[in-house]
């Protein structure tokens, strides 16, 4: 049975790392480098930094910060925020990346996601997502670019199966609603998600203790899960969450 994945988040605003409630309201929580470094000794599987409003400004990534944050770290590590063309990629994988995450410009230009997959290939691109709970759209959620703020024409099940004809690898699921609640990832959203595609699925938003990544990686068909409150918190680390899934049944790989 393959492992299930844990991710820890970092998403970084002005060179440091950030925490908000269902997008709004964020604070400082420390140095993204030395962040990074202290969940890879954790044994966290994989890392993922997404600057929160470099698509918002208009400007790409942040090259020098990924730079240090891959000098960190030995795992695959994925960056998005601002990577808008084939360029944007090449320089980003050349920093440390082993995966880019389209967002918000991915809706703006579905061909990046083509074209990225064909030169650098669809393991390398994952789209990201960050959906909100919309009767009028025919799955019922939404799908939000910049950072959450402006609404789109996708429904979320429409895009996510369409990102993935064009060559999306992965996809990384955000409830808008659920972020940084704690209360528990969206389930249903997450299993709609992960039986329409045939990628993996990774769970992001309202992760607040080990059952809810436990419910969203057995009922919800999540291939990962991940996290970021509950651990920037300190209330768990990487190994007390994954001792408690292992015990519970859930393949994990245990440092």
């Known amino acids: 049975m393959l492992k299930k994945r844990i991710i820890v988040c970092l998403d970084v605003k002005d060179g440091r790392t950030t925490k908000g409630v269902k997008f709004l309201n964020n604070v400082d929580i420390g140095d993204p480098v030395e962040m990074a470094a202290e969940y890879y000794r954790q044994g966290v599987d994989e890392l993922v930094f997404y600057d929160i409003i470099a698509s918002a400004r208009g400007r790409g990534p942040i090259l020098e910060l990924i730079k240090n944050v891959a000098s960190q770290v030995f795992i695959p590590f994925c960056v998005g925020g601002g990577i808008g063309t084939l360029d944007d990629i090449r320089s980003t994988i050349l920093a440390g990346a082993e995966k880019i995450s389209l967002n918000s410009q991915a809706v703006k230009n579905p061909d990046l996601i083509t074209q990225g997959a064909r030169v650098f290939g669809n393991q390398c691109i994952v789209l990201g997502m960050d959906t909100k709970a919309d009767p009028t759209c025919p799955s019922g959620y939404r799908v939000y670019i910049n950072g959450g703020r402006v609404a789109t024409e996708y429904d979320a099940r429409e895009w996510a199966v369409k990102a993935v004809k064009l060559g999306a690898g992965e996809i990384v699921l955000n409830s808008m609603d659920a972020d940084g609640t704690r209360n528990g990832y969206e389930l249903n959203l997450t299993k709609m998600i992960a039986e329409s595609v045939d990628v993996p699925v990774v769970a992001s938003g ?50």
């Open 206 to 255: 309202g992760g607040g203790k080990t059952s809810h990544l436990a419910d969203v990686l057995t009922a919800g068909k999540a291939d990962a899960a991940l996290i970021a409150s509950m651990v920037h918190s300190g209330d768990y680390t990487i190994g007390s969450i994954k001792s408690e899934l292992n015990a519970g049944g859930i393949p994990v790989r245990l440092s």
